[in-house]
């Protein structure tokens, strides 16, 4: 009797310790690739980002907004912006200057944003984009 109660605690002991596993191929594909909320950084992210700045990168051009975002973001240097996208350093000075000036203008056509806000352009800067003010 004493060796029976011994294998039923061993029994319920072992069972304890078995971790449920779910075969794989019992999933649906979709819902193994597609998370059912948000992650941590992804709602900060959310959060962070202003629907009007948003907007208006989404705006910009692709061949201006790569330099902009390696430049802003991912703080590389022209010179490794230049490596990256096998151009010129002048051509991504350049591109960065165009970005800046379609993101500046992009927002400032946001309906609702105060001009008071948005320090005025360099007299050089106006001159280069022909006072398009």
Same mark, same amino acid.
Do not use: W
């Given at each position: 009797?004493? /060796?029976?109660?011994?294998? *039923? ?5 072992? =069972? ?6 779910? +075969? *794989?191929?019992?999933?649906? %594909? +979709? ?7 948000l =992650? ?5 992210c959310n %959060?962070? /980002? ?7 990168l989404?705006?910009?051009?692709? *061949? ?6 390696? @430049?802003?973001?991912? +703080?590389?240097?022209? %010179?490794? /912006? ?7 350093? =002048?051509?991504?000075?350049?591109r960065?200057?165009?970005? @800046?000036?379609?993101?500046r203008?992009? /927002?400032?056509?946001?309906? =609702?944003?105060? @001009? ?8 050089k800067?106006?001159?280069? @984009?022909?006072?398009? %003010?």
């Open positions: 009797m004493h /060796i029976l109660v011994n294998t *039923i605690n061993d029994h319920r002991r072992k =069972g304890l310790r078995v971790v449920a596993t779910v +075969d *794989i191929s019992d999933l649906e %594909e +979709d819902s193994a690739c597609q998370p059912n909320q =992650g941590p950084e992804e709602v900060l %959060e962070e /980002i202003d629907p009007s700045l948003s907007r208006a989404s705006s910009i051009p692709e *061949i201006f907004l790569t330099p902009l975002l390696l @430049r802003e973001i991912q +703080d590389a240097t022209y %010179e490794e /912006i230049a490596q990256t996208l096998a151009v010129p350093v =002048g051509t991504v000075m350049s960065l200057f165009r970005a @800046r000036a379609l993101l203008d992009a /927002i400032l056509l946001e309906p =609702g944003f105060e @001009r008071s806000t948005v320090p005025p352009m360099k007299k800067e106006k001159r280069k @984009r022909g006072a398009s %003010e």
